[in-house]
């Protein structure tokens, strides 16, 4: 089945310009050089009926934002890699593509992990709540983040990934892969990725850092994993967009916002 894969940010935690910085990457002209929070949106059209289908992976703080570059009207699932800020904190801005009156079909489905539902439930309480009065509360429910997650035709599987001292997940849907916030690839997590088209990794910068993987370390599970092209997300100021990729090896570059990639589910 035909769907297509959106990059609405490939931004590290603090984006691209970061705040206060004035490095040639924050000043850059380039719009590639232009970073929101990450986010991948998978759509696709249901063969039976013709309706397109939307999942997002991860609803970070620059949702509203990414959903109104995308005219995104419509959302059948969100899933979440895992809790930190930049991965959750837009799962407020859900609420008006939650509300009945504009979504058919009951409340948005949310797959998440033990771990990250209880630090949903904290944060948004008033969302989650039974004791919740908050009248414009968003209509979602949490599901849990099985091996397997079935959105309508399609079928997420879950990838457990190391990031820091944490254990989250990436997910495979079809030919694609999508792994963000990871410092290491368990070696049971690499036979969920073969016979990858696209696969995405993140790859914050040059030098190391305890929880995300560094540019050096992407490009090595990319030619592991031999995907016929590897995407490089989760992107810090430290890299050019140009100036990066013309060190990367064929098959291998640098994602940016709005990038869209076909893939097979
Ligand atoms: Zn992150
Ligand atoms: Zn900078």
């Known amino acids: 089945m035909d769907a297509r894969l959106t990059f609405l940010g490939s931004g590290t935690s603090m984006g691209v310009p970061t705040l206060g ?30 309706r397109n289908r939307t999942v997002i992976i991860d609803t970070g703080p620059d949702f509203r934002e990414q959903a109104l570059k995308t005219r995104l009207k419509h959302i059948d699932a969100v899933l979440y890699t895992h809790s930190h800020a930049d991965h959750i904190m837009g799962l407020d801005d859900l609420r ?56 309508h035709e399609a079928e997420f599987i879950c990838v457990p990934v190391r990031h820091g001292e944490m254990d989250i997940a990436g997910f495979r849907f079809g030919d694609a892969a999508y792994l963000t916030d990871v410092s290491e690839i368990p070696e049971s997590s690499f036979d ?23 540019v050096k370390q992407a490009v090595r599970w990319a030619q592991r994993i031999g995907a016929r092209q590897t995407w490089l997300t989760h992107i810090a100021h430290e890299l050019g967009h140009e100036q990066t990729n013309r060190m990367l090896p064929p098959g291998i570059a640098l994602a940016y916002d709005g990038l869209e990639v076909a893939v097979n589910l």
Not at 193 to 203: A, D, G
């Open 192 to 214: 969920l990725l073969q016979n990858l088209t696209t696969l995405v990794l993140p790859s914050l910068r040059h030098h190391p850092h305890p929880s995300h993987a560094t």
């Open 21 to 50: 910085c004035d490095c040639p990457v924050c000043t850059s002209t380039d719009p590639r050089d232009r970073r929101l929070r990450p986010s991948v949106l998978v759509q696709w059209t249901a063969p039976n009926d013709g």
């Open 96 to 151: 008006p593509l939650s509300f009945a009156s504009i979504r058919a079909g009951g409340p948005i489905p949310l797959y998440a992990s033990p771990d990250t539902t209880a630090v949903l439930e904290r944060i948004f309480d008033y969302h989650f709540s039974p004791q919740s009065t908050y009248q414009t509360r968003a209509r979602v429910h949490i599901e849990p983040l099985a091996e397997r997650v079935p959105v």
